[in-house]
């Protein structure tokens, strides 16, 4: 079945880097758009990040700009998101996902499971 | 501050019909962006539960309906059931930021 997996969480300190990993397994990832949505603890969803199938058109949320880099290897399956200078407010669980469409209308599914980034010193 | 506009809760009892609204602007659902759901029960990652406006997921019940207009859109759910109790939000594509963006998210509470 069409599964994502994530990793990489943990406690860093402010001003940290933290590299997170996402598995993706029962479709042909390289044919489909990824990005990274995180939920801040007792928050609701922001999307962070965005990239193309060949991993040439990124995007990034204006808050994680020039600090996040998402990335991608097809032949691997998987999924990347290097996070530096780490923030107190970049506490959250980042999930993994998949946007089923082509289009920017499309909406997200499935979900990983997520994996925890803590921020504090 | 969440890019579109939710609730933050609403209630009803078993049997009755809530909806919950979802209100954007010209560069999100007014620009004629779809607008989906997804329901996140406590502990677990958000599931889609509406796409394109007024889609269902097989394994959704009818009892689950979208609709858009103009610059809202709205979550209806009607025979409310225990099993309800979840945390809703919307979701859509903004140009003016070039990025998606959800809602606030709506807690429903079934009485």
């Known amino acids: 079945q069409v599964q994502l997996v994530e990793s990489g969480g943990g406690l860093v300190k402010p001003g940290g880097s933290l590299r997170l990993s996402c598995s993706a397994s029962?479709?042909?990832?390289?044919?489909?758009?990824m990005s990274w949505i995180r939920q801040a603890p007792g928050k609701g969803l922001e999307w962070v990040s965005y990239?193309?199938?060949?991993?040439?058109?990124?995007y990034y949320a204006d808050s994680v700009k020039g600090r996040f880099t998402i990335s991608r290897d097809n032949a691997k399956t998987s999924l990347y998101l290097q996070m530096n200078s780490l923030r107190a407010e970049d506490t959250a669980i980042y999930y993994c996902?998949?946007?089923?469409?082509?289009?920017?209308?499309?909406?997200?599914?499935?979900w990983g499971q997520g994996t925890l980034v803590t921020v504090s010193s | 501050q969440s890019v579109l506009t939710q609730p933050p809760s609403v209630s009803g009892a078993p049997g009755q019909r809530v909806t919950i609204s979802c209100t954007g602007s010209?560069?999100?659902?007014?620009?004629?962006?779809?607008v989906h759901w997804y329901r996140q029960l406590p502990g677990t990652a958000p599931k889609v539960l509406i796409y394109?406006?007024?889609n269902r997921p097989s394994g959704v019940p009818d009892r689950f309906s979208g609709s858009k207009s103009g610059t809202s859109a709205s979550l209806a759910i009607t025979g409310l059931q225990a099993e309800d109790e979840a945390d809703y939000y919307c979701?859509?594509?903004?140009?003016?930021?070039?990025?998606?963006?959800f809602g606030g998210g709506t807690r429903l509470t079934v009485l």
């Open positions: 996902v998949r946007h089923p469409h082509v289009d920017f209308q499309s909406w997200f599914d499935p």
């Open positions: 029962g479709f042909t990832f390289s044919d489909y758009l």
């Open positions: 990239i193309s199938r060949s991993g040439s058109i990124i």
């Open positions: 010209s560069s999100n659902i007014g620009a004629g962006y779809d």
């Open positions: 394109g406006n007024n």
């Open positions: 979701q859509s594509y903004d140009s003016r930021l070039t990025g998606w963006v």
